[in-house]
């Protein structure tokens, strides 16, 4: 199974990103990503224009993909979103790319684009690598994050079946 396909497994069970907004996963590597969606009804709001979470949505899912995925479990300490352009195609397309990472922080940036390269959003993520909860001390040299890599084993063996 090639990265790609690990992360479309990994991430199938975020139910929103994947299955109720429709966001495929195009591109998954460390620290980066890229995702697309095809703009349907379900995604305009009522002047019909793409709805403000959408963009949102393919921020925090491109993030969540770079920033995860083979990677400490990392959450959102803060993001800022530019909306410049309105969309004028019917596909939209999401660029997320690590910029910086420090021992607990991380800085990513990630573009919104669509299929007939309009800009639309431009945004900036700052991630915090969460600790690792182990149920015993560590030994000197030990990964710090072995137990979160023992429970994406556990996960991805349960997906397998």
């Given amino acids: 199974?090639?990265?790609?396909?690990?992360?479309?497994?990994?991430?199938?069970?975020?139910?929103?990103?994947?299955?109720?907004?429709?966001?495929?996963?195009?591109?998954?590597?460390?620290?980066?990503?890229?995702?697309?969606?095809?703009?349907?009804?379900?995604?305009?709001?009522?002047i019909g224009q793409v709805m403000g979470a959408v963009y949102s949505t393919m921020v925090d899912f491109s993030f969540a993909i770079a920033s995860?995925?083979?990677r400490p479990m990392t959450v959102t300490l803060q993001s800022s979103i530019s909306f410049m352009n309105a969309c004028r195609g019917d596909r939209l397309?999401?660029?997320?790319?690590?910029?910086?990472?420090?021992?607990?922080?991380?800085?990513?940036?990630?573009?919104?684009?669509?299929?007939?390269?309009t800009e639309i959003v431009r945004a900036t993520v700052t991630g915090y690598k969460l600790?690792?909860?182990?149920?015993?001390?560590m030994?000197?040299?030990?990964?710090?994050?072995?137990?979160?890599?023992l429970l994406f084993d556990r996960a991805m063996s349960a997906v397998k079946g």
Avoid at 93 to 117: I, K, M, P, Q
Avoid at 139 to 149: A, V
Wanted: charged share 30%; proline share 3%.
């Fill in 68 to 70: 995860n995925f083979d």
């Fill in 1 to 46: 199974m090639n990265y790609l396909e690990r992360a479309r497994e990994f991430f199938r069970n975020d139910h929103y990103a994947t299955d109720a907004t429709g966001i495929v996963i195009e591109k998954a590597e460390e620290g980066y990503s890229e995702i697309s969606l095809e703009i349907d009804t379900r995604h305009r709001n009522g």
């Fill in 131 to 137: 600790a690792p909860n182990f149920a015993h001390p």
């Fill in 139 to 149: 030994s000197e040299g030990e990964d710090p994050y072995r137990e979160q890599q």
């Fill in 93 to 117: 397309y999401a660029c997320c790319r690590r910029t910086d990472e420090g021992g607990r922080t991380c800085f990513y940036s990630v573009l919104v684009s669509d299929n007939v390269g």
